[in-house]
């Protein structure tokens, strides 16, 4: 079980640049949606990685002595593995942004 901890925080160029961005196209897009503006300068955002994994092999070895005339050998082996990984990530955000929805009409 492995629990990682990546936050990110985002700068005043990654807000804008990035986040702010979205909200624009989204405007540019939808002209009827609300006009959203982030007010903040940095962003941070807490992430928390959880990958728990499972697994189990079984592994069997056989070996033919003098198989068909004397001092001939023979080995085999048959192995079988079963894994599984998950990938849990748990993360919020707070930003304070200015809306306007426009005007009616």
Known sequence: YLHTDGPVTFKQDGVQGILQKVFDELKEENPKAP???????????????????????L?????????FTEG????????????????RYDTNIEMNTLIDMGRPG
Not at 35 to 57: L, R
Request: no cysteine.
């Open 72 to 87: 001939l050998s023979f080995t085999a082996g048959l192995r079988f593995d079963y894994e599984k990984a998950e990938l």
């Open 59 to 67: 592994f069997h070895q056989s070996t033919f002595e003098d198989l």
């Open 35 to 57: 006009h959203i503006k982030i007010t903040d300068k940095e962003i941070f955002i807490p992430g928390t990685f959880k990958t728990p994994s499972y697994g189990v092999a």
